[in-house]
């Protein structure tokens, strides 16, 4: 069975970093892709940044240059830096089971999620 499991988030000063870690179990990551979402209440869910073996990586232009996606065996990191206040969300990972082509940051794509972890920023 496929399974996600994403942790690292918490309580953070702005200006500050966190890394958001996912964890896979049940599959081989370097088959499929993994991208990093976020949501808050009454908004849809925002597509971050993407990482597939096979077509790099991508960023959402709200995080390009202060987000880093990487992956190390079986599990994604985000590192997150600069954090503002509108950063604040739920921060879920994602996998797209079918293994369709491409790196998505469109959730739709996916149908395999992590449970969310809590990011707040705030002084």
């Known amino acids: 069975q496929v399974q996600l499991v994403d942790s690292g988030g918490g309580l953070v000063q702005p200006g500050g970093s966190l890394r958001l870690s996912c964890a896979a179990s049940?599959?081989?990551?370097?088959?499929?892709?993994i991208a990093w979402f976020r949501q808050v209440p009454g908004k849809a869910r925002e597509g971050l940044s993407c990482i597939r073996l096979s077509d790099g990586t991508y960023y959402a232009n709200s995080v390009k240059g202060r987000f880093t996606i990487s992956r190390d065996k079986n599990t994604v990191y985000l590192q997150m830096s600069s954090l503002k206040p509108e950063d604040t969300a739920v921060y879920y990972c994602a996998t797209d089971g079918r293994r369709a082509p491409g790196c998505s940051m469109n959730s739709w794509h996916y149908d395999i999620w992590g449970q969310g972890t809590q990011v707040t920023v705030s002084s």
């Open positions: 049940g599959i081989t990551l370097d088959q499929y892709p």
